[in-house]
């Protein structure tokens, strides 16, 4: 409700003529299609028909066909941006409509145009916003086929053709009131002119007066004189010419129409008074009948509501154990995963046991091990060995450095 209250304000802030807007740009954006030649290039290429005047604006009054409008919209749009310059690849009848309106918008944005509505928009086909897109993209295209607008050269004004002008059309004018006359003649060829009347009247007067002097008497019989004036008395209506811009003749109109409008009002007024106490009549009855149902559904009424409260307790108990279901599920598939992973463990170990390999490698090892010892052992006795002669010739060397040092000590004792 928010949503709609504010597109409303919108609506009404734009003024009262913006539900025309699509109109008068969609018949400027058709003149600017014709301009870039759309007929030999989209429409004989794809066999379409030509476009109305008001054929993307969307209105109660107008015959829609979504699917087709909005097919009819993306190819010329995709016509228009590789006629603008930049590289677009026509979208096909079944391509997805999100995807291309999204790339056409992209497309928009990236000529510098601001586009501040959402892409739903244009997924119908029709509308201010496809009248919008278009025009925009065929004014790229004009741009870069280097068409532009020019200011109208007006043709200086000449007075004395004006003058000549305006005389012409009086006299047309006057013609025409004079034809309208002449048929008014026709129509009434039988009727005595009251101008004409006045200038016999005025040539009977001009003329020398002949009365006799003696009363006439007459001697015709009075039948055929009453026939004679029943013959003659269809001829003897008088008609005045009236002017048609005269403004008393409108004044006269004027009051004709009021005292029609005042007769037709009371009429219509009864009648209307007469229909305002029938609806309040039937607005009565409706309304009794509506409470006569409510009452008589109330018990109905009132189960449906207790089934509606215990299929809401029964979907938020389902909430509740689907998350339930859900956290066991999810630790049943942990520990699927574990007992997984200890029974791989376990067949690895079980087939190690089996398998003799284990223990014809620790033979094999004991073997290496033994041949080492050995090795080392003997090594260890040559090592000994060394050190054993090593050590006898140091004290070989001793026992001669004891003997060296002990002889002249005794030579000496004999000499004292």
Same mark, same amino acid.
């Given at each position: 409700m928010a949503e709609e209250g504010r597109r409303r304000g919108e609506e009404e802030d734009r003024g009262p003529g913006a539900a025309h807007r699509g109109f008068v740009m969609m018949e400027n954006l058709l003149e600017k299609l014709k301009l870039l030649n759309y007929e030999e290039e989209v429409l004989v290429k794809h066999n379409m028909k030509s476009l109305t005047r008001h054929y993307f604006v969307s209105s109660p009054y107008l015959a829609s066909n979504p699917g087709e409008q909005f097919y009819m919209f993306t +190819? +010329?749009?995709?016509? #228009? /941006?590789?006629?603008?310059?930049?590289?677009? =690849?026509e979208p096909q009848e079944y391509d997805e409509p999100n995807a291309t309106v999204s790339n056409i918008l992209a497309e928009l944005r990236a000529f510098g145009v601001k586009v501040d509505f959402p892409p739903s928009k244009l997924k119908s086909g029709s509308g201010e916003f496809v009248c919008f897109v278009l025009d925009h993209l065929a004014e790229e295209a004009l741009k870069n086929r280097g068409f532009t607008f020019r200011r109208p050269n007006y043709p200086s004004e000449n007075t004395e053709e004006e003058s000549v002008m305006d005389d012409d059309a009086e006299l047309t004018l006057s013609k025409v009131e004079e034809e309208m006359i002449e048929e008014a003649d026709d129509e009434e060829e039988n009727v005595m002119d009251l101008e004409a009347l006045k200038l016999r009247n005025a040539h009977a007067e001009a003329e020398p !007066? !002949? %009365?006799?002097?003696? +009363? #006439? *008497?007459? @001697?015709v019989d009075a039948a055929e004189w009453r026939m004679e004036v029943e013959r003659v008395l269809p001829q003897l209506k008088v008609t005045i010419r009236t002017d048609h811009k005269d403004w008393r003749i409108h004044l006269d109109q004027m009051h004709q129409h009021r005292d029609g +409008? %005042? @007769? !037709?009002? %009371?009429? =219509? %007024? !009864?009648?209307?008074?007469?229909?305002? *106490?029938? /609806?309040?009549k039937t607005l009565e009855k409706v309304s009794s009948r *509506?409470?006569? /149902?409510?009452?008589?559904? *109330?018990p109905l009424i009132q189960e449906y509501r207790n089934a509606q409260a215990r299929l809401s307790e029964a979907k938020e108990r389902y909430r509740q154990a689907s998350v339930g279901v859900m956290a066991r599920t999810r630790v049943l598939a942990e520990i699927s995963e574990e007992l997984d992973k200890v029974k791989q463990e376990m067949e690895d170990k079980g087939s190690s046991m089996s398998d003799g390999a284990p223990v014809v490698k620790i033979k094999q090892s004991l073997t290496k091990l033994k041949q080492e010892v050995v090795q080392m052992d003997v090594r260890i006795g040559v090592v000994e060995h060394t050190l054993l002669q090593a050590k006898l010739k140091e004290k070989s060397n001793m026992t001669r450095d004891m003997h060296a040092t002990n002889i002249p000590d005794s030579a000496a004792g004999t000499f004292t």
């Open positions: +190819i +010329i749009a995709a016509w #228009l /941006i590789n006629v603008a310059g930049r590289r677009f =690849t !007066s !002949s %009365k006799p002097d003696d +009363i #006439l *008497e007459s @001697t +409008i %005042k @007769t !037709s009002l %009371k009429d =219509t %007024k !009864s009648y209307l008074d007469k229909l305002q *106490e029938d /609806i309040g *509506e409470k006569y /149902i409510n009452n008589q559904l *109330e």
